[in-house]
């Protein structure tokens, strides 16, 4: 692995990005190296370098940025440029399309957010050819794009990268903007058509027609919802829109809709279906799209002990089985190549059967074909101890969720990345650590330079947590579920508090957090409910559901 890493959501580690390079059609030929062909040409992606070969040249997957100039240029290939005529990394511009010698368009690639804002406020296109402002990210199993185009005295923000475009047709007519026109009630926060969180009350809600896309998290853990009507204009919803909606009783895909992320109903603990979409089947409570290749979501109020998945399904979707209590055994079929985030997670009772080469099961762990990467652990084995096999070098984001009967894990020498914290919300379990990536002290485990701090758990959290001096970064999902921890004080070096890294922390009730905070991420002191106040100084950035599910009063200094 390289030394060099960026602090907060580490690239290595985010198994964010090996979806993302499945979602742009990469297939994995060896352990960490994805490639794909297009018509005159490939690309390489070499995960663990933190590269990618490109028409004989790395180029780097270092930052955020690197990889919104990846899907980029994978897109353009996809429309039907040809490799000679796109140029990376030349000059001021990250990407350039040359025709015949002749420059015709320049894309400037930034990161989701605020350099995206701060560039499109800042720049002037002092040349005749049209100039792009570009940036992308995957959210919620779908990848969101936004580009503004700079074109003489004009700016657009549709017309280059659609679906349909056809290479080098710049002429401005062909350009155009998509503008908000509609008005909403304020209990739905929406942006550009794009309904981003409801905070309303009701327990029937409509979604006003005019939105578009349902974002990821919209409805996050809106239990006191019993139906929801989606309209005709909806064309997408997000991973995780509904998640946790545990008295969601009915909702309906409409005819409009085309576009799924990752489960959006996962923790729908009695959700009753109505699909008229073309572009998904829902069969028996398991919802798949139009070939049946992908499954998305299967019902956990479904009272079946048994579920063969159908030898159609090549892939299964991040937590489409979640916590379906129900289910004893779930058999995977040959077909079966890809699977999202620990799809069976907080399953109480299942074990599984696996029929497909591409997966190993044994002792209860789901690994890939060469056992390089664990994906899952059954908690319906209810054992106490787990020694994780020396072939391993990867542990995926939330293999062992909520496996409360797990008393001692032991990571061994060959392990040489977690994906955030895959021992989240187990409750009872203290780990053993042999990797030489990954230092343990007092039962906290850091990364090896003691910069960021990866994973305490609940029984740690009971003897009393001290952070050391140094730490940059307090990792994604670190604390969650320690339901024993009560108080914390954060250093001073601390820059960053990574997504949900403090969620569901029940009993906390006093935080001490750094002078010179730089950065609170989404969900980080989600559903603290015994968090009453907390003291944060003007220049730090807390991000939209930070404190959700609080009373918290926040006091700016």
């Known amino acids: 692995m390289a030394n060099e890493k960026?602090?907060?959501?580490?690239?290595?580690?985010?198994?964010?990005?090996?979806?993302?390079?499945?979602?742009?059609?990469?297939?994995?030929?060896?352990?960490?190296?994805?490639?794909?062909?297009?018509?005159?040409?490939?690309?390489?992606?070499?995960?663990?370098?933190?590269?990618?070969?490109?028409?004989?040249?790395?180029?780097?997957?270092l930052d955020h940025k690197d990889f919104v100039i990846l899907e980029c240029l994978n897109r353009l290939l996809e429309i039907g440029y040809s490799s000679d005529e796109i140029y990376l990394n030349s000059n001021y511009y990250d990407i350039e399309l040359i025709q015949n010698e002749i420059p015709l368009l320049n894309i400037i690639c930034e990161q989701w957010g605020d350099d995206f804002k701060g560039k499109i406020d800042s720049f002037q296109n002092l040349k005749e050819i049209p100039c792009v402002i570009y940036t992308s990210k995957l959210s919620g199993g779908l990848i969101d794009v936004i580009s503004s185009i700079f074109y003489r005295n004009n700016i657009y923000n549709h017309g280059i990268f659609e679906d349909g475009c056809v290479p080098f047709n710049f002429k401005e007519s062909d350009l155009w903007n998509s503008i908000q026109i509609n008005e909403y009630p304020p209990d739905f926060e929406v942006e550009n058509d794009v309904l981003l969180k409801y905070s309303g009350n009701d327990e029937n809600v409509i979604i006003p027609?005019?939105?578009?896309?349902?974002?990821?998290?919209?409805?996050?853990?809106?239990?006191?919802?019993?139906?929801?009507?989606?309209?005709?204009?909806?064309?997408?919803?997000?991973?995780?829109?509904?998640?946790?909606?545990?008295?969601?009783?009915?909702?309906?895909?409409?005819?409009?809709?085309?576009?799924?992320?990752?489960?959006?109903?996962?923790?729908?603990?009695?959700?009753?279906?109505?699909?008229?979409?073309?572009?998904?089947?829902?069969?028996?409570?398991?919802?798949?799209?139009?070939?049946?290749?992908?499954?998305?979501?299967?019902?956990?109020?479904?009272?079946?002990?048994?579920?063969?998945?159908?030898?159609?399904?090549?892939?299964?979707g991040k937590h489409s089985f979640y916590k379906c209590n129900y289910l004893?055994?779930?058999?995977?079929?040959?077909?079966?190549?890809?699977?999202?985030?620990?799809?069976?997670?907080?399953?109480?009772?299942?074990?599984?059967?696996?029929?497909?080469?591409?997966?190993?099961?044994?002792?209860?762990?789901?690994?890939?074909?060469?056992?390089?990467?664990?994906?899952?652990?059954?908690?319906?084995?209810?054992?106490?101890?787990?020694?994780?096999?020396?072939?391993?070098?990867?542990?995926g984001r939330n293999s062992f969720w909520n496996c409360i009967n797990l008393r001692k894990v032991v990571i061994p020498e060959s392990v040489r990345q977690l994906g955030y914290n895959p021992f989240s919300h187990c409750t009872n379990l203290e780990l053993e650590n042999h990797s030489?990536?990954?230092?343990?002290?007092?039962?906290?485990?850091?990364?090896?330079?003691?910069?960021?701090?990866?994973?305490?758990?609940?029984?740690?959290?009971?003897?009393?947590?001290?952070?050391?001096?140094?730490?940059?970064?307090?990792?994604?999902?670190?604390?969650?579920g320690c339901e024993s921890l009560e108080k914390i004080i954060i250093p001073d070096s601390v820059k960053t508090i990574a997504r949900g890294a403090f969620s569901d922390c029940t009993k906390l009730k006093d935080v001490t957090l750094p002078k010179n905070l730089e950065s609170i991420g989404e969900w980080a002191f989600s559903y603290c409910e015994n968090l009453k106040s907390i003291e944060i100084t003007s220049s730090t950035k807390t991000a939209i559901n930070s404190f959700r599910g609080t009373d918290v009063e926040i006091i700016i200094k």
């Not at 090896?448 to 990866?454: I, T």
């Open 6 to 61: 960026i602090v907060c959501d580490t690239l290595f580690i985010d198994m964010k990005y090996v979806i993302l390079y499945h979602k742009l059609g990469f297939e994995e030929t060896s352990p960490d190296i994805f490639e794909k062909s297009f018509n005159d040409g490939n690309i390489v992606i070499f995960s663990e370098n933190q590269n990618f070969y490109y028409k004989n040249k790395y180029y780097p997957l």
């Open 209 to 316: 027609a005019g939105i578009i896309k349902i974002e990821s998290g919209a409805f996050w853990n809106c239990t006191f919802i019993s139906t929801v009507y989606i309209p005709e204009t909806v064309h997408s919803i997000g991973g995780d829109a509904f998640v946790y909606c545990t008295n969601l009783l009915k909702i309906n895909l409409p005819s409009s809709l085309n576009e799924i992320g990752d489960d959006p109903f996962a923790g729908c603990l009695s959700i009753r279906i109505e699909n008229d979409s073309d572009a998904f089947i829902l069969e028996n409570g398991v919802l798949f799209d139009r070939e049946k290749k992908r499954l998305i979501h299967y019902n956990s109020n479904n009272i079946s002990k048994d579920y063969t998945i159908p030898n159609t399904v090549e892939w299964i």
């Open 436 to 480: 030489q990536f990954y230092a343990e002290n007092n039962g906290i485990l850091y990364d090896r330079d003691y910069k960021e701090l990866v994973c305490c758990t609940n029984i740690t959290a009971q003897k009393g947590v001290i952070i050391p001096d140094g730490l940059l970064s307090i990792g994604r999902n670190s604390f969650s």
């Open 328 to 395: 004893e055994k779930v058999v995977i079929s040959e077909n079966v190549n890809f699977m999202g985030n620990n799809p069976f997670s907080d399953c109480e009772n299942l074990i599984l059967e696996n029929h497909s080469p591409h997966f190993v099961y044994e002792n209860g762990a789901l690994l890939n074909h060469d056992k390089t990467l664990l994906m899952h652990y059954s908690k319906g084995l209810k054992k106490e101890k787990y020694i994780i096999p020396d072939t391993v070098r990867t542990i």
